[in-house]
């Protein structure tokens, strides 16, 4: 497999896809939205709710952790999860800012 050539492309195309990548799975949509539920921190009731392993949510968890999606705190022996506002705010603006960039102007196409 060859290099992805990032450097090819626009510092906000490269969010973009980080972006995507991080929401490319559906447990980790499935994830974010029980974060965005409870509107708290989580510690550990993700495997109760989402009916995964834990080691899989961990795996997701660490993704969105790694995207800036989620931030983390150490409580004792567990760790707590949130959503992070400023991340999220800026994820939002880079979907809405891609999508209000396209115009689809003919309804008729291939």
């Known amino acids: 497999m060859g290099a992805s050539k990032t450097e090819l492309f626009t510092k906000k195309q490269n ?7 991080a929401l490319g799975h559906p447990a980790r ?5 029980q974060l965005v539920k409870t ?3 989580i510690c550990g009731d993700l495997v109760d709710e989402l009916g ?3 080691p899989t949510i961990s795996q997701h968890l660490k993704e969105l952790k790694q995207a800036g ?3 983390g705190t150490v409580e004792g022996v567990s760790v707590c999860y949130c959503i ?3 991340v999220w705010t800026q994820y939002r603006n880079l979907l809405t ?10 309804k008729k196409c291939c």
């Open 29 to 33: 949509i499935a994830i974010l939205q």
């Open 69 to 71: 999606l989620i931030q």
């Open 97 to 106: 800012d891609f999508f209000g960039e396209i115009i689809i102007r003919d």
């Open 52 to 54: 995964l392993a834990q």
């Open 15 to 21: 969010e973009l896809a980080a972006m995507a990548k």
């Open 84 to 86: 992070n506002p400023k």
């Open 39 to 41: 509107n708290s921190c």
